[in-house]
DNA sequence: TACATTAATATGTAGCTACATAATAATGTC
DNA sequence: GACATTATTATGTAGCTACATATTAATGTA
């Protein structure tokens, strides 16, 4: 008896995971090909190829071009981080937004900034040393190196009103980017700019982001003692 | 002269991006139909749809049935964390993993994992703690509770040989995945187990995860001092 | 046997059609 | 005007075909 109705890609997701999880299919073994799913389960190859592309994502299973699809022997976990922009989180907690500039120099690469990038030698850049805050006490610390050969306008941006963060969020998309996350204890500058106390633990957000293969910015964000992060299932 | 070269969808996005980036579409902005843009590069409605998709998934825009697709507002930075096994973590790193059952215990479940459950009623929990060597030295220490009534082959399983991150992930995929990150001072507690002093930075990761509607396990991670999580680009 | 060449194969992608779905806009009724 | 009903519209999905690509397997040759 054909099942005549359609199958959503969702379904035959759920039923192919249900396969791996119910040890059907155990971690490293070979998995039916798309084809044979699709006959299987009595639907077009490209709805297996769309659940398996999406099994694939989220780590459970591993495909290769001939070498077809596999479980994957070591699954990983696999969250998604949503990191707004700082004003918009420190909003949508109901508190209000404060921004300060501490800093700004235009300076020569720092070897920590330049091995982030990747870069092997050093470029002007902009330095910008920023205080995010929220209801007036101090919310998010910024460090931020902006390349000028990538960023120029940056120069021609007053960073006394506006962040960093913000404006280059809104001007420059990037193509890559990638995160840092750690902790570490505060020290007497942390002290004295976040009113934390010493010893205090702070959680560190470094992150670094390119345009194709030219550096955009650099930055290490320390937060709040306090501070969480989560992920948005 | 209409161009007949296939376009790839990841150049369609690609160009698209350019778009938004060179402010042909600013943040707010409505963009043409998938139809206006398929006809506009010369390639298929599904091609568009594909690169769509992709610009939305990465947080760059917002696309609404009928509403038709958007330039966000408020750019995200979406970044994927990748969670190993512990054993492969450190392994990878070239280092010799061990494993140490600390303590394992049947409990009601307490209120803060309940909490992370969303649980309104206590179950019947197992409680284990158990601490993730590399090289003999501390790696993480985690504090883990397991529901009983979704995952009642837990009893059986040795917990003293096998970790139950691992039996775990090797044996109960999940659906949901809750993942929260701070930092924290070590305790008294944490200096003797992680041989960390006390004051150090202590990298936490609480996880919690459900199959379906069940719970299935929710702990808390805390890393030795000098831990690092990085995004897998 | 060793190595280069060729064939086979499973996934990946592009293009098309048809229909589903959700959200808005237009319309009708009281 | 207020509210329910219906049409419209842009995205979402399923199914199909054809071809591209990567990788392994098979084959041929020295």
């Known amino acids: 008896m054909t099942d005549k109705q359609r199958h959503s890609w969702v379904s035959i997701r759920d039923s192919i995971r249900e396969m791996i999880l119910n ?3 155990g971690p490293g073994d070979k998995l039916p090909r798309d084809e044979e799913f699709a006959a299987q389960f009595g639907c077009a190859r490209s709805t297996v190829h769309r659940a398996m592309r999406d099994l694939a ?5 591993e495909r290769r071009r001939k070498g077809g699809t596999t479980v994957r022997r070591d699954p990983v976990t696999r969250a998604t981080l949503n990191i707004p922009i700082t004003r918009l989180e420190v909003e949508q907690k109901g508190s209000t ?6 800093r700004q120099s235009v300076q020569p690469t720092s070897p920590a900034i330049m091995a982030n990038f990747a870069l092997p030698e050093a470029r ?6 920023a ?3 929220a209801d007036s006490r101090p919310y998010i610390f910024e460090d931020r190196w902006i390349c000028l ?3 120029p306008e940056i120069t021609s941006v007053d960073l006394t009103r506006e962040s960093a963060n913000e404006w280059l969020v809104r001007n420059r998309p990037y193509s890559r980017c990638d995160l840092r996350l750690y902790a570490r204890p505060g020290s ?10 010493p010893g205090d ?12 293969e030219a550096p955009i910015t650099s930055l290490s964000a320390v937060a709040h003692p306090g501070y969480q992060l989560f992920t948005q299932g």
């Open 23 to 25: 040890s059907t299919y």
């Open 57 to 61: 994502q989220s780590g459970l299973v």
């Open 97 to 102: 937004y404060g921004y300060q500039l501490i």
């Open 124 to 129: 002007p850049m902009l330095r910008v040393e």
């Open 131 to 133: 205080l995010h805050l």
């Open 149 to 151: 050969e990538t960023v």
């Open 188 to 197: 007497a500058n942390d002290s004295e700019i976040l009113q934390s106390k």
């Open 201 to 212: 633990a702070l959680f560190v957000m470094e992150r670094t982001t390119w345009i194709g």
